[in-house]
C-alpha cells in the first residue's frame, strides 16, 4: 500500500482515554499480536522533526523503521532526503527496489561492513555503486574491500568517513558510543588522505553521531539529579564538538569534494542543526515515537506505533496475565527496556517477572478489571525494534471522532528480511 502523509489538523493522542479505545475499536476484528501505526500520529512526529531540524534536510535512519512503504512515505516529504542504512544488504535492497519499487537512490550504510558477499555485488554492480555509500573508519576496511575485488577489477566505491562525536571528560570520562577511532583533526586528515589516495574509492561524506547528546534521556521520571547532570553534558558536549566537528570538516574538505556533512539524530535535531558545518541529520526514531522520547524536555513525538497482546489468564481477581510481551529493547538492561503500557492507564507490569518471553503478569487498579480475551496496548522502548516481531503493522487513520482500518504494511520481516 502507498501512504501518503499530511499535517494532521487534531492531536487525538493528547487525550489516552479517546485515543487507545478509538484504536482498539478500530481494530477489534483482529487476534492480537498485532502492531499499528497511526497515519495521523506518525505525519505529526515526521512534520514535527522537520520543524526542529529548521532546514536542514534529513536522512531516514531505516534502521528505526524498518518499514519500506513507511520510509517511501517519509521520503515524500520535502526536507527528508536519502536513507541512513544499517547494514550493506539492507542498503543494496532499498537501493535496488523490485517490481513496482524503483529503489532509493541514495543510501548511506551508517556502519562499516565486512560482508563479502554483499561487497562483491556493490563493486560489480555500476547503478548500486552509483546508489550507495559505504562507510569507513579505519585502513583496514579499505584493506577488507580490496582483499574481495582489487580496484582494477571492479568500479568505484563510494566511502563516507566516520568521526567520533563522544565528549572526553575530564572529570566523567569517555562519554557517548564507542564508534570511530577517529577522533582528532589530524587523525581525520590522515584517513581522508590515504582514502583520496588509493584507487578504487571515492570519498564523498563524513559523519558524525552525537549519541550522548541525541540519545540520552534528558528528564528521567523521578530522577532530577541525572537530568540536571544529563543536561549539563550535552550542553558541554555540544560546546565541544561543534568547533571540532568544523575543523574537521575544513580538513576533509581541503582534501575531497564532499558531498554530505551528516549528524546527530531524533533527540539533537536543534542542535545538529544549528551547526553550519552539518549538511544533513540522520533521524528516524522520532516517526515512531517509542516511550523512551517521553522523558525529553525539547520535544514530545506522538505514539505512532503500538502493539496489542491479549489477557490470557487472572493469577489472582486483582491480576490478568498477557500472553507474550518480552519484546525487550537493546541497550543497558534495565526497566526503561521493557515495552510500557500504554492502555488501560494504571497498569503496571510485576517487577520480579517483568515482560516474559511466554507471558507477562499485570497488576493494579485496571488489571483486576481486565477479562480473559480483552486486549493490552503496550509501546516499545525503541523504534524499528518493534518491526523485528511484526509481519505488518496495521494502519489506521482518524481522529478522536472515530478511527478505521486502511490497509496494511509489511515490515522487513513481512517481506522476508532479516538483516541482523
Given at each position: ?13 493528547t ?69 541512513l ?52 573508519d ?100 555540544v ?9 574537521v ?15 546527530g ?14 549538511t ?66 494504571g ?24 477479562r ?6 503496550l ?42
Open positions: 500500500m502507498t501512504i501518503s502523509l499530511s499535517h494532521p489538523s487534531t492531536t487525538p493522542w487525550t489516552p482515554a479517546r485515543y487507545w479505545p478509538g484504536i482498539d475499536a478500530a481494530t477489534a476484528e483482529l487476534d492480537p499480536p498485532f502492531g499499528v501505526i497511526s497515519l495521523p500520529a506518525l505525519a505529526h512526529n515526521a512534520f514535527e522533526m522537520l520543524r526542529r531540524a529548521n532546514g536542514t534536510p534529513i536522512r531516514v535512519a531505516s534502521k528505526s523503521v524498518r518499514v519500506r512503504s513507511v520510509i517511501d512515505a517519509v521520503l515524500a516529504l520535502p526536507g527528508f532526503a536519502g536513507v542504512a544499517y547494514t550493506l544488504p539492507e542498503a543494496l535492497w532499498l537501493a535496488a527496489g523490485d517490481e513496482g519499487n524503483d529503489g532509493i537512490a541514495d543510501v548511506v550504510v551508517g556502519y562499516p561492513t565486512a560482508d563479502r558477499a554483499a561487497i562483491r555485488r556493490l563493486a560489480t554492480d555500476e547503478r548500486l555503486a552509483s546508489r550507495v555509500t559505504i562507510m569507513v579505519s585502513v583496514a576496511q579499505l584493506d577488507l574491500i580490496d582483499a574481495v575485488l582489487p580496484p582494477d577489477r571492479r568500479g568505484i566505491i563510494r566511502v563516507c568517513l566516520e568521526l567520533d562525536a563522544s565528549w572526553n571528560s575530564k572529570v566523567l570520562g569517555h562519554l557517548g558510543p564507542w564508534r570511530s577511532p577517529v577522533f582528532t583533526v589530524d587523525q581525520a586528515r590522515d584517513l581522508a588522505a590515504e582514502i583520496v589516495r588509493r584507487r578504487g574509492f571515492s570519498l564523498v561524506g563524513l559523519m558524525a553521531y552525537e549519541g550522548q547528546i541525541a540519545g540520552l534521556v534528558d528528564e528521567p521520571a523521578g530522577d532530577p539529579a541525572r537530568g540536571a547532570l544529563v543536561r549539563w553534558v550535552q550542553r558541554q558536549s560546546a565541544e564538538l561543534a568547533g571540532r566537528r568544523a575543523e570538516v575544513a580538513a576533509v574538505r581541503a582534501l575531497a569534494d564532499l558531498e554530505f556533512v551528516n549528524g539524530g531524533t533527540g539533537s535535531l536543534e542542535t545538529t542543526s544549528a551547526e553550519p558545518a552539518v544533513e541529520i540522520a533521524a528516524g526514531s522520532g516517526l515512531f515515537g517509542p516511550h523512551l522520547f517521553d522523558h525529553y524536555r525539547r520535544f514530545s513525538p506522538a505514539p505512532a506505533a503500538a502493539f496489542a497482546l491479549s489477557v490470557v489468564r487472572k493469577p489472582t481477581p486483582q491480576m490478568a496475565t498477557l500472553l507474550g510481551g518480552g519484546w525487550v529493547a537493546s541497550g543497558p538492561p534495565g526497566p526503561d527496556r521493557l515495552p510500557l503500557v500504554a492502555w488501560p492507564e497498569t503496571r507490569m510485576i517487577s520480579r517477572e517483568a515482560a516474559g518471553e511466554v507471558q507477562t503478569p499485570l497488576s493494579g487498579e485496571s488489571a483486576a478489571r481486565l480473559v480475551g480483552d486486549r493490552v496496548w509501546r516499545h522502548t525503541k523504534a524499528g525494534e518493534l518491526s523485528e516481531h511484526l509481519d505488518a503493522f496495521t494502519l489506521v487513520d482518524g481522529d478522536a471522532s472515530g478511527f478505521r482500518v486502511v490497509g496494511t504494511a509489511p515490515t522487513y520481516r513481512g517481506e522476508g528480511k532479516a538483516f541482523l
